[in-house]
């Protein structure tokens, strides 16, 4: 990968905060165009502080909620309030305690029957909401990635049918490692977003980071996040970061 944006903090707190940061900039510069931004929010373990310190007076006060239109960049196919649930997890961390934000939450159906009908319905959603970017596809102002030790990101698996979607903005997608369905955004989406940031942490992620950082293009799902006309930005804790060369180090 070329030299990529990667931002490393001492730890989880300061990751946080620069993330915090940037969505209020985010929300901000729309604001001050008169505008909406769209952000889509990843679930997972990550980046629930970040969830909360937006829910906390400092940023609560600061980010003009009614211009931020906030989304999900996938579920799993359980009930809304099943532990496993992102959306739960968001509920918890920010939409209970901001009711601004709630106001503006699209949550996707997964719990549904029929996981076509809820990736056709979240997909008209998002057009509804987002303009779109020069190539036709829904452009989010921000998307925040994890990344699995796997290298997957959003419910984008390794060896899973969703992988190869170029035409869908969200599909369901059987990850057979995991033996369940996802609903998920897709490459198309994620690459037309004006930005994307990873925020990983941990030092189990540290080997696959290397991988997907300094090793060569590979299929790993992670790399596969290229946004075509935005920018990609590596929020990592030194302890993700530990196995990462100088070169990538002099980022900080
Ligand atoms: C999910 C996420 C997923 C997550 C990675 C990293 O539904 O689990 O969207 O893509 O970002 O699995 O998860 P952690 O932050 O818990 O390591």
């Keep these: 990968m070329a030299a990529a944006d990667v931002r490393i903090f001492p730890a989880l707190k300061e990751l946080s905060e620069s993330a915090a940061e940037?969505?209020?900039?985010?929300?901000?510069?729309?604001?001050?165009?008169?505008?909406?931004?769209?952000?889509?929010?990843?679930?997972?373990?990550?980046p629930r502080a970040l969830y909360e310190l937006l829910s906390t007076g400092r940023f609560?006060?600061?980010?003009?909620?009614?211009?931020?239109?906030?989304?999900?960049?996938?579920?799993?196919v359980v009930p809304p309030d099943d532990a496993q649930s992102n959306y739960r997890m968001i509920r918890q961390a920010l939409l209970d305690r901001v009711p601004e934000a709630a106001a503006h939450f699209h949550r996707i159906a997964a719990e549904r029957q029929d996981l076509e009908w809820a990736a056709?319905?979240?997909?008209?959603?998002?057009?509804?909401?987002?303009?779109?970017?020069?190539?036709g596809w829904p452009r989010f102002e921000l998307i925040l990635l994890g990344m699995g030790d796997d290298g997957?990101?959003?419910?984008?698996?390794?060896?899973?049918?969703a992988l190869d979607e170029a035409g869908r903005v969200v599909v369901p997608n059987f990850v057979p490692r995991l033996g369940v369905s996802r609903v998920t955004?897709?490459?198309?989406?994620?690459?037309?977003a004006a930005e994307v940031i990873f925020l990983v942490?941990?030092?189990?992620k540290a080997p696959r980071l290397k991988d997907?950082?300094?090793?060569?293009?590979?299929?790993?799902?992670?790399?596969?996040?290229?946004?075509?006309?935005?920018?990609?930005?590596?929020?990592?804790?030194?302890?993700?970061?530990?196995?990462?060369?100088?070169?990538?180090?002099?980022?900080?």
């Design 201 to 204: 942490a941990g030092a189990k």
């Design 212 to 252: 997907v950082i300094e090793g060569p293009p590979g299929s790993c799902p992670a790399q596969r996040v290229r946004p075509v006309s935005g920018r990609l930005s590596w929020y990592v804790d030194e302890a993700a970061a530990e196995l990462l060369s100088g070169r990538q180090r002099k980022g900080s």
């Design 152 to 161: 997957h990101t959003a419910s984008l698996f390794p060896s899973t049918h």
């Design 22 to 46: 940037r969505i209020s900039e985010i929300a901000e510069g729309a604001a001050a165009q008169g505008k909406n931004a769209a952000v889509a929010l990843s679930g997972g373990g990550t």
């Design 185 to 192: 955004l897709t490459f198309p989406v994620l690459n037309a």
């Design 120 to 135: 056709n319905e979240y997909a008209e959603e998002i057009r509804a909401e987002l303009s779109p970017s020069p190539n």
């Design 60 to 76: 609560a006060r600061r980010i003009p909620w009614d211009r931020l239109q906030i989304f999900q960049v996938d579920e799993r």
